[in-house]
DNA sequence: ACAACTTGTGCAAACGTTTGCAGCCCTTTG
DNA sequence: CAAAGGGCTGCAAACGTTTGCACAAGTTGT
């Protein structure tokens, strides 16, 4: 019996109740309920619901040209930070009517165009975009089309686009310090994407928080990897390693190239944090769990996606505003796979206090 | 100068070309393009590309009753298992033109009926559900409503479905064997929620491989969990324990209960796997980075999500195909969570060979 | 040369809404 | 009591496609 059951339509409830169509579509607008008698409007609303109508939203959509629909753009489904972002806009969006289309873009350039397109295509009220190069030419198309569009997690370096990013620079000094005052001196950097705002900015932090604690950079102790991945991480603390200068802490630009150095060390045969502390970024799920737990700066994924979702309807609502760029307080969480300073007598360190 | 440039329609292409939209239409889709003449079709294609024509998804699904777009409903996001199914779907699915909207229930009915709902009001030509109990309202509505769909992960008691699942006795029955083969006598067993198909019969898989090891089962070493998440699998571990009985084993429904027990391990000073062996059960990402490493039954998730959207493309195009329940093999994979056990010596082992 | 096809194109209806306009009736007011 | 006004409701057009049908022109067969 898998006869679909025929669609029932304003027509339906209309000759049902004996009004025209335009009436009960009247009654079943929130907007317009009040321009009819509560005596019909109430008749309409009993048939409505009697006969199970759903209002067909393409012809809605055709009509209005609003599809209550939003595309969220991400990098890659897999890593665990997106999640929980993805949770809070569908959280916020839903309880407004709208849903989300979401659209896994690998980090290939190519696809992103590709789901934009796509995004347009099916005419959505805003894009919620996690993908964004520093530069970038899909960002700045949706900013001439004027789809009303907010950044989360990567921001661009254009001004006065919507954003809801963590305040990378001061995360990044947040981990030097903390390691300074644990006492170490070579703290390397295994470096994200440098194209990339989280990447570039985090580095930043780095050498900002090296200039505070009045440590000198040591370019031998710097690699930057393609991706945020734990193989790039991996190969990055390597090449690191390869240099054969003596640090004491490693700091990676997210947790999953954290991970990577964790590998790295272990073929290495060096205990963490014993030899040597690692420090990640992004307090992706479960960091606590890992081995050891990963010392890490933690930004509120959750929320982040339930502010962009919130910033995004605000410009639905009213797009002339001024864009608004929210830029969240980063948190350090000491966790133990930071620690004091094998020894000060490694070769290298000359100066101690 | 944020003015939405004014969409390009068949009309604006036909009055460029000199003839009428429907041969426009025709020539823009692939079906009929043969009917038209290929003078005529390529001025077409020109001028459309020209003008940057874009088609209207409304119009056309209002039209043909055909939405492109599946409904992906799962019951948390921030559970990293579910990122990788998502980008299973989206992978193939978007290469056949299909668009996902994702919904997040909470594990909550309510939700799950809502988002349903959703669906259908939005005319999803699928869906791809996460959320099944073993009875469950909401997939039979569905199947009541002739809506193609397919379970994944999660099925139900009702046969000639469309799911694609890992063979969880299977599983259940390889761990017990895994342990009873280390040596391990005295199993607990920290349970998902029995009204999922996941819950039971990795259960039913335990209590078998019991069986087949030849071992008794002790009630007091068995405690079910509310819900898949660590609080549950932590607290579940702690009655067990409450029960003074011996055990050298745990097995627990799922990766994130597992990680529950550690904690409660820990708390009790007990270490993994010297006092006793943990097992998880998904092999969700990043599992090998715990402490330790966790065992666990590894599930292929991105497959699971590209196959059950293969299964629904076909569905979707002939939906009089029988049902096509997949069930995947799972595959153990030993970590450094389960070792031998302790000692032969605990209280309660009579009988040792 | 006429019928019978085939091929290519235009016409118009339909999909299910929303919404400006017109008109009705009923109330209010001078 | 007539005129004016306000509240409700119906009418019809429009949103941009797709598609069955009709029809014109060209092709084939007897």
Redesign the pocket.
Known sequence: MQTHKP?I???DIAQNVG?????V??V??PDTRK???KR?ADRVIHASEQLGYR??TF??S???NRSYTVGVMVPDLTNPAFGPIIKGIDNVLEQSGYSVIVANTDNVLEKEKRSVDKFHERQVDGLIIATARRLDDVVITCLEEGTPFVLVVRSTIEKGVNSVVSDEIVGGQMIVSHLAQLGHKKIAYVAGPQFLSTGFERYQGYLQGLKNAGLELDEDLVAIGDAFTEAEGRQAASTINANKKPFTAIVAANDLMALGCYDELITKGLKCPDDVSVVGYDDMPFTRHFNPPLTTVHTPLLDVGMQAARILLERIWKPEQPAHALKLQPHLIVRGSTGIPSSFSETGTKATN
Chains 1, 2 share one sequence.
């Open positions: 669609r339509t304003l027509k009004v025209h169509p335009s009436t579509s009247r079943l607008n321009m009819v008698t019909i209002p067909n012809a809605q055709l009509r209005t």
